[in-house]
């Protein structure tokens, strides 16, 4: 498009807005003359106008809008794929998790538009493109497995991505620089894997980027790629010829508001905008209107990045945001090359985020800059291995916490400290993640049963990683969440995460064990448990576990041994977890004796056992109640509830229906169990526990159901 013809289109656009949206078409018609090229030039521009997440294409723009009324309701079938509830919608599609009947898999059903025998050339480009993109295999896209039309209506399916899109994660003044140079790493990688291919993005942006709970980045929509080799001698275009220009204005590169036809350096432009955006909170280009936005992209340059960016990673941002394709990257592997060898280190001082506090309350409070490989702290840790702070009473404060989380002792006196400690300094990225891991101790310990604690402990995690994201603590709470949570494989890889930024972290280790137990691989597990306790010989739940896994394995002396050697903890609150019943069919004879030596190791009188409110206490309780034959067991909805946020809950409950005679309700808990992760085959046909329920038939088929999952994951 020629400077002069852009004149005309922007004085028309303009002339336009003034018209009532009713009284615009006409308008147009009468303006336009016969030009009916300058009509729908005008007319995309008002289209995006109008939605901004739309593409620039008014025939497109129209059949999107006019499937804005159509809902399916779940239950409703597109070909193989049940759907089940709306996890979003915008102007281009309606979003469903969706049930695959044929594969019994989740997965995300994209629904695009609403058919019309008129856009049957715009529908099968577009499952052409998808098609294409179908092709993309890497960790950092999002996959898409099948695309097709039922009754007329274009769907997409793709993998179901647990996480957050990058646009909602980016705060007002921007990300810590190390997260986005991670970020930007992985975004790379996409782009390199899909250019190898010859395939495009067209519309990379943060609202197409996901962040999953382990920090992941997904790219999505790759739906609307094309093939390089598709438009090759193309030549220049107009806006609206054959939907070449499609995409998100603010991160449209020059040439394709100049009519040029995509290609890499059109993927790296946009890039750059989503890597400004991510480290300063806003867009290098903006504008009132959509045609003023597009000539500050083509004619202003983007204002300075805040002086907090770091010089080296403001260069690969700026060469980015170059205005001419030749003076950019070549290729999206050299922007990876160049990202990878700034090897970040974090800082923390002046940033911004939203924190909250004990209370629940949210404030926006000061933190973090990172400058090249120069640290701005002491290089000193703390003794729970993460950075502290600049300010010395937040440090204290957090270690006077930590020694109160740790014992799982004062909880209420912990948060308070920890509060006090993020208001001197808000970025202090190992306080928060002792915040996070407050939370759920306060389900770990049985004192609470409410739900919404986890869900605080996974988002603290997060946002600690979002502050430091080598902050091992975060990390492995976050592992402990996503294992209570039922996301076993994903706690597993998370615990790794923490164990490899902090080899002698002990908290990664036991919930890397955790896992491994839930997997019935008790020798990895006890490994994970003795790596634990070396790291920490106080770390007295680590030897219960490890307790736990040896009686598992049959090798019951060696078992009590580590409860009973000179390390015991008599007082400490994890006595609580051990298992009455299989402790009194060791060395201390019966149930009577093992129970006074539970209550005494406990601290409680048995009085105070039966009325307590702890639900560890209560569960213990229940299961030596049933083995000695009570004639009922207390299981009420409460205790029941924090059964199933805890790790070991379900299968718990299980052992204790069973061992009362309540052969149905312990086989749905054991089949509770097995939903939530739990795939100890082996045990439970040796689980004394279970006994009553290892000669029913429904017991077998969730024994071989849990080794035929295994088999087929290659486990």
Known sequence: MSAERWRMVEKLYHEALEVPASGRRAFLERAAGGDQELRREVEALLAVEDDTTGILNSDAAGWLARGQDWRPEPGTMLGPYRLDSLLG??????????????????????????????????????LREARTASALHHPNICTIFDVGE??????????????????????????????????????????????????????????NVMVTEEGTIKVFDFGIARKL??????????????????????????????????TRQTDLWAAGVL???????????????????????LNDTAAPMAAKAPPRLAAIIRRCLEKDPSRRYAYAAEIKDDLKALAPR??????????????????????????????????TRLSSG??????????????????????????????????????????????????????????????????????????ESRNSIGVDSRCARAWSTLAAVLLYQGRKDQALVTARRAI????????????LGSCYTMDGDYEQALSAFRTALRASSTFFI???????????????????????????????????????????????????????????????????????????????????SAAEGSASVNLDQDLLQYASLISDGPLLVAEIYATAGDVDRALDWLERAVRAGDEEADWFRRNPQLASLQSHPRFRQIVESIESSKMHRGR
């Open 150 to 207: 039922s009754d007329g209506r274009v769907f997409i399916a793709m993998e179901l991505v647990n996480g957050r899109p990058l646009k909602e994660l980016i705060p007002p003044d921007g990300l810590a620089a190390e997260v986005v140079v991670d970020y930007a790493i992985q975004i790379a990688e996409a782009l390199d894997h899909a250019h190898r291919r010859t395939v495009i993005h067209r519309d990379l942006k943060s609202a």
């Open 275 to 297: 890597l400004y955006e991510a480290l300063t909170g806003q867009l290098p280009f903006t504008g009132p209107t959509t045609v003023a936005l597009a000539a500050a992209i």
């Open 89 to 126: 919608f915008g102007g281009m599609a309606l979003v469903y998790r969706a049930l695959d009947t044929r594969l019994d898999r989740q997965v995300a059903v994209k629904i695009v538009g609403l058919p019309s025998e008129s856009d049957e050339v715009a529908q099968q480009r577009l």
């Open 500 to 511: 490899e930024i902090s080899p002698k972290l002990a908290d990664g280790f036991y919930w």
């Open 346 to 379: 974090p800082a923390l001082l002046g940033r911004r985020v939203w924190i909250t506090a004990g209370a629940g309350s949210a404030a926006a409070v000061g933190f973090g800059a990172w400058f090249g490989r120069e640290r701005l702290f002491s290089p």
């Open 386 to 459: 993460g950075f502290p702070s600049l300010d010395a009473e937040a440090n204290e404060l957090a270690e006077q916490a930590w020694a109160k989380l740790s014992t799982h002792t004062d909880l209420k006196g912990a948060f308070k400290l920890l509060a006090r400690a993020l208001l001197l300094d808000a970025g202090f990225a190992e306080a928060r993640a002792l915040l996070a891991f407050a939370y759920f101790v306060e389900i770990e310990s049985g004192e609470s049963n409410n739900p919404g604690l986890l869900r605080l402990a996974a988002s």
């Open 542 to 624: 680590a030897r219960i576990k490890a307790a736990d896994t040896l009686f598992r394995q049959g090798k019951r002396a060696e078992s009590f041994r580590e409860i009973e050697g000179p390390w015991f903890q008599p007082e400490h609150p994890s006595i609580r977890k051990l298992r009455i019943p299989d402790y009194a069919s060791g060395n201390l004879r019966d149930l009577a004796v093992a129970r006074r030596f539970f209550l005494r190791a406990a601290g409680w009188k048995t009085e105070k056992v039966l009325s307590t409110n702890n639900y560890q206490i209560r569960l213990a309780e229940a299961l030596t």
């Open 229 to 262: 080799n598709s438009d090759a001698g193309a030549g220049r275009q107009t806006l609206t010829q054959a939907g070449l220009i499609t995409g998100t204005p603010a991160y449209m590169a020059p040439e394709l508001l100049r009519g040029e036809p995509p």
